[in-house]
Structure formats: structure tokens, C-alpha cells
């Protein structure tokens, strides 16, 4: 990874410095001022919460945070992509080395959803697709998404625990992969598995084949296809695992991921996904909402009202069950009211028969 100088630590600390502030203080703030005005007990709706917060100034402050910090940390002054501009002949050509045979396969041709590549997904410029250098741009992002999440066990090898409780699996594909960070994390806890690990973006993927390198990894292949229609072998799998990519598709293409996924799994195989789901709180929806509006995530809300149990079971999947996800230490514990996705592990089985 490259080290861009005292002034982008300087600049990227006081952006995670705001950030820890807005997401323990004024989240903190807001929701105390919510049950100030209308009680604690009282069961209220999303837009009993929106009406309430209309004129706060405290909740301003909230939002202008939430959207103005994720976009400097991406395009301020010493943000992540102007900072990797002038390295960018460099990085170019050290994600096109050559790989060994059969770790990545490209599709030139590949149809880009739209529904993706129209909006600056995370208020990433360009989005995973847009770019040559999108996939380390990504993977330099996500290391100061949540400033809880490095104190413990990774988020994924949290998941892959998850994941281990639930199955055995020998043959695994990981939907939306990323630059490999979920895959990765597969592929190492499951090192007797083969994995491949599907993905839209090839300057992610690119940068995937690359770790996989330096990793020495030899149960990895990395394809870029759609999760909708991902080209691979009917019945060809025992585990289908993604890690938030349900989010960031509308729930059409959520559907047809899941039939795509039954398609993919023997019988008895398992479907194990990470994402967000807001759950019944309507303040805790409201801030989701939210937060899907101004990051720029635009299929968090539908995702959160689709019935996905429902979509699953229609798919033929049985034994489905969503269960809150600790993606850090105590995360889940009521006692300290901070800002957190609301993680949920939505696991489901393909029948026996
Ligand atoms: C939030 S990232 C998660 C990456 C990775 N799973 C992780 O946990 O770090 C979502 C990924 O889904 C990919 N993606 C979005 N729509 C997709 C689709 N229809 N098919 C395959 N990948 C998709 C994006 O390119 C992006 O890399």
C-alpha cells in the first residue's frame, strides 16, 4: 500500500477523528433529543421521527457529517483519489502482471448493470467500475469505514465463524468479492475448500488476484460476472456466501441472485449472506434510511421493506433464519447508544431432496 506523506495521515486522522465523534456524540444527541419529543415508550413511525427532527439543528449537523466526511475522505484536498493520481502509471502496471493461469478471468463484454454504474456508489467517484484504480481506491476506503471495527477480529473472520457453525463446505463462491477482502478471508479460513469469487468489477478484481498472489493461494479463482447470472455450474457448490452486496442491488436483482444462488447449490447446500436490515425500531430504520440516502446506497431502504424470507422461500430455500451479526466487540449491547450498521446474517438451505 502506498504511503502518501504526513499530510494525507494528517488530513485522513482528522476525518476519522470526526467520524468517531459523529457516530458516538451526535448520534447520541440525536436520539435523545427524538425521545425527548416523543417519549420514550410511545411507539412512533419513520416519519413521526423525520417530523420531530425537521428543525433540529443537532440532527443537521448529523447529516451534513455523515455525507461531507465520507466524500472529503474520497475527493478532498488530500483524499484517497487525488492522493494515488500521481502513482497512477505505476499502480497501473503492477495490477496488469501477469497471474497464474486460472486465477482470473475477465469479461470485456460484460453488461454492467445500470443500476450500479449510475450512481457513485459509497460516494466512491466512478463507483468499483469506473476506474483503473478503483479496486485499491475501494480497498484504501474501507480501512476507515468504521472506526469500531479493527479492535478485535476482523468483520470477516467474524462472518467465516458465523459460517463455520453452520456448515462444512468444500466447494464455496463468494458473490460480489470485492477486491477480495470477504474472499480472502474464505479462502484462508476454509484452506481444504475451493473458492471462486464472482465480482462485476474487473479493477477490484485485478487488485483480488494481485493479494492472492503475495498470499500464495492456490484455492482462489477470481470471475467477473454478474451475481444475477453468474456463468458457473449448476449444483456445483456447497456454500454461496456474499458480504454486503444484497444492499447495493434492487430488490429484482436481489431476487434473481437468490434463484441464481439455488441454481448454484447442490441439495443440502447453504446460502449465507451479511448485510444490513434495520429491523422494527423506528428510529433505527430512520437513521438507516438515511444513511442510505446520503452515503449514496440507494437500495438499502428497499432491501430493508422487500420480504426477503419471502423472495428465499419463493426460490425454493428452506430453514431461513436472519440473525443480528456482532461485527465488533459488545456492538450489539444496548448499553452505549452509537451509530452502527444493522448487521444481520441471513442464512438459508437448499433442500435435502
Ligand atoms: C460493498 S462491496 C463488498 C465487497 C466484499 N464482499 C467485502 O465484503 O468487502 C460490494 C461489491 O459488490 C459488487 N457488485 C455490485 N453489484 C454486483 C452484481 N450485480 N454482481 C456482482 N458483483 C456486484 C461491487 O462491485 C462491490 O465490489
Known amino acids: 500500500m502506498k504511503q502518501f506523506g504526513q499530510r494525507y495521515d494528517a488530513y485522513q486522522s482528522f476525518l476519522l477523528g470526526c467520524k468517531t465523534f459523529w457516530l ?26 423525520a417530523a420531530s427532527l425537521k428543525d433540529s439543528t443537532v440532527y443537521k449537523y448529523y447529516a ?52 450500479f454504474t449510475e450512481i457513485d456508489v459509497h460516494q466512491h467517484p466512478g463507483g468499483t467500475c469506473g476506474d483503473s484504480l478503483a479496486g485499491i481506491v475501494y480497498d484504501r476506503g474501507a480501512r476507515s469505514m468504521w472506526p469500531a471495527a479493527s479492535k478485535d477480529l476482523s468483520l470477516h473472520e467474524r462472518f467465516d465463524t458465523v459460517v463455520k457453525g453452520l456448515c462444512d463446505p468444500s466447494r464455496i ?11 480472502r478471508g474464505i479462502y484462508q479460513d476454509f484452506p481444504e475448500a475451493a473458492v471462486t469469487g464472482i465480482d462485476i468489477s474487473a479493477p477490484c478484481l485485478k487488485l483480488a488476484a494481485r493479494i492472492a498472489v503475495e498470499d500464495d493461494a492456490g ?3 477470481y470471475r467477473q460476472a454478474r451475481a444475477e447470472r453468474t456463468g ?5 457448490y456447497d456454500l454461496v456466501t456474499s458480504t454486503m452486496l444484497l444492499h447495493e442491488m434492487p430488490p429484482n436483482a436481489v431476487r434473481e441472485t437468490i434463484t441464481e444462488s439455488f441454481r448454484l447449490l447442490e441439495k443440502g447446500g447453504h446460502a449465507i449472506h451479511l448485510d444490513y436490515l ?3 425500531d423506528a428510529f433505527d430504520r430512520f437513521i438507516h434510511y438515511g444513511h442510505g440516502k446520503r452515503n449514496n446506497e440507494p437500495y438499502m431502504e428497499p432491501l430493508d421493506k422487500m420480504d426477503l424470507p419471502g423472495a428465499l422461500r ?13 461485527e465488533a466487540p459488545n456492538a450489539l449491547s444496548a448499553d452505549t447508544p452509537r ?3 444493522p448487521w444481520v446474517v441471513v442464512a438459508a438451505r437448499k433442500p435435502n431432496y
Open 24 to 49: 458516538n456524540d451526535l448520534y447520541a444527541q440525536v436520539k435523545g433529543e427524538t425521545s425527548e419529543k416523543l417519549g420514550r415508550d410511545t411507539p412512533v413511525s419513520v416519519d413521526d421521527i
Open 64 to 115: 451534513w457529517m455523515e455525507r461531507h466526511l465520507q466524500k472529503m475522505k474520497y475527493s478532498g484536498r488530500y483524499g484517497i483519489i487525488p492522493s494515488h493520481e500521481p502513482y497512477r502509471a505505476e499502480l497501473e502496471a503492477w495490477l496488469d502482471q501477469p497471474v497464474p493461469e486460472g486465477l482470473l478471468s475477465l469479461d470485456a463484454e460484460l453488461d454492467l448493470p445500470a443500476y
Open 173 to 183: 463462491v463468494d458473490l460480489g468479492c470485492g477486491f477480495g477482502k470477504s474472499a
Open 219 to 221: 484455492n482462489i479463482a
Open 232 to 236: 458457473l455450474e449448476t449444483e456445483g
Open 278 to 280: 434495520a429491523g422494527e
Open 314 to 326: 419463493e426460490a425454493g430455500f428452506e430453514n431461513i433464519e436472519i440473525t443480528p451479526f456482532e
Open 339 to 341: 451509530w452502527r450498521l
